[in-house]
Each structure stands twice: as structure tokens, then as C-alpha cells.
């Protein structure tokens, strides 16, 4: 089932660029469908290897021009961290994603989704919003850092 979800996803960047006159590739359409079964986000290097898994003689200046193509036309969105690492995502994949990143030792973790969503309350409650997705990237000091520092 999930194959079948990322098949139609695929279809849907081969789709969204031939309408926008870009030659249909098999190497591309291969690309694609890779991509699409991303669920997070994913740096270059991280796509590639991953892409290199399957299509062992591909090169890494393809499979970025191939990223930097679904991100001129809006089909892979980028987000940048404070490492200053461009991750990228499918871009109708849902954002649920919050990252707290420690400016001290570089850690990057995952904010829970459950405790992030409490903060959204006060915005959801009073109508004025209703949220769908999100990405956000809080900095700071992590835990054990600023025990050190304290
Ligand atoms: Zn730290």
C-alpha cells in the first residue's frame, strides 16, 4: 500500500513538470520515485546514498540537480537547520516536524509532537487558526549543556 501511495506521488512530480515542459527521464522517473517515499527530511548526501542504493551508478551531481529541479517547481521543500545543512522533503508530505537545535554542542533533536502541540492551544482555542502542519526550529542550550554552563 505504501508503494502504491509513493508510485502516485512520483506520477504527481512526472506530472507537475511535463506540464512545465521538462523532458521525462527514466533516471529522473527513478529519482522521483525514491524521493517520494521520504517521509522526513533528508539532507543531499543522505538522498544520494539513498538513491545510490538502488541506481549504483549514479552520480551525485544528478541526483542533486535532480533535488534542486523539485524545489525550483515546489515539489521538495528545503529547511535549513542552524548547522547550516539544507534538508529537503516532498512538499505535500504533512510537516509535523519541530527541532530544537543546541547552539553549544550542535545536537539536533526532535521535539515531541504531543508537548509541541500544547503550546499551539491558546491559538487553536481562540479560532483564529486551525493548523494542518508545521515545521519549526527552536535554538538554544540542550540540557546537559546547560548544566555545564551553568
Ligand atoms: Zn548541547
Redo the contacts with the bound molecule.
Keep these: 500500500m505504501k508503494t502504491i501511495h509513493s508510485a502516485k506521488k512520483a506520477q504527481t512530480f512526472k506530472d507537475n513538470l511535463q506540464a512545465r515542459g521538462y523532458k521525462s527521464t527514466q533516471q529522473r522517473n527513478r529519482i522521483f520515485e525514491i524521493f517520494a517515499q521520504i517521509n522526513h527530511s533528508i539532507s543531499a548526501d543522505e538522498f544520494y546514498r539513498q538513491v545510490k542504493k538502488r541506481l549504483p551508478r549514479i552520480g551525485f551531481a544528478t541526483v542533486y540537480r535532480t533535488l534542486k529541479l523539485l524545489e525550483r517547481n515546489g515539489l521538495a521543500s528545503k529547511l535549513f537547520l542552524n548547522d547550516g545543512l539544507a534538508r529537503y522533503q516532498p512538499s505535500f508530505a504533512k510537516h509535523k516536524e519541530a527541532f530544537f537545535f ?1 547552539e ?2 550542535s ?1 539536533v533533536q526532535k521535539i515531541d509532537q504531543k508537548e509541541l502541540e500544547l503550546w499551539f492551544e491558546p491559538l487553536v482555542d481562540n479560532k483564529k487558526y486551525s493548523i494542518r502542519n508545521y515545521r519549526l526550529e527552536i535554538n538554544g ?2 540540557s ?2 546547560k548544566q555545564t554552563l551553568a
Design positions: 543546541c553549544q554542542c545536537v542550550l540542550c546537559s549543556c
